[in-house]
Nanobody, 128 residues
Framework: VQLVESGGGSAQAGGSLVLSCAPS????????VGWFRQIPGNEREGVAS???????TYADSLEGRFTISKDNAKDTLYLQMNSLKIEGTAMYYC????????????????????????WGQGTQVTVS
């Protein structure tokens, strides 16, 4: 599975952006899919994910500002980011993995080591 992110760019604090992730193959219900972000010098951290059973998980720090969704018909994953903060400036990555349960996906969002099989190249989000 190859993943290609798009939609990154610059935004003002308080603004919104939508990230998209298109895989080369189908990710309908066979994979847990998620968004991660990384600031240079920091570890990659979980942002949001959708487990194979369809349940979404989010990093606590987001305070409800981001929404992850998946369009199975288009095989596309989205991340709606609202009320952007300057500290949200990072490279955002789309990822997919098989065999991950909802609780495992939740644990990753809570800081457990990230063990996703497939990764995109990332898209830069800059908030000023």
């Amino acid at each position: 599975v190859q993943l290609v992110e798009s939609g990154g760019g610059s935004a003002q604090a308080g603004g919104s952006l939508v990230l998209s992730c298109a895989p080369s193959g189908s990710i309908a219900d066979a994979y847990c899919v998620g968004w991660f972000r990384q600031i240079p010098g920091n570890e990659r951290e979980g942002v949001a994910s959708i487990a194979q059973d369809g349940r979404a998980t989010y990093a606590d720090s987001l305070e409800g500002r981001f929404t992850i969704s998946k369009d199975n018909a288009k095989d596309t994953l989205y991340l709606q980011m609202n009320s952007l903060k300057i500290e949200g400036t990072a490279m955002y990555y789309c990822a997919a993995t098989s065999g991950m349960t909802y609780l495992q996906a939740l644990a990753v969002m809570r800081g457990s080591p990230v063990e996703y099989q497939y990764w995109g190249q990332g898209t830069q989000v800059t908030v000023s």
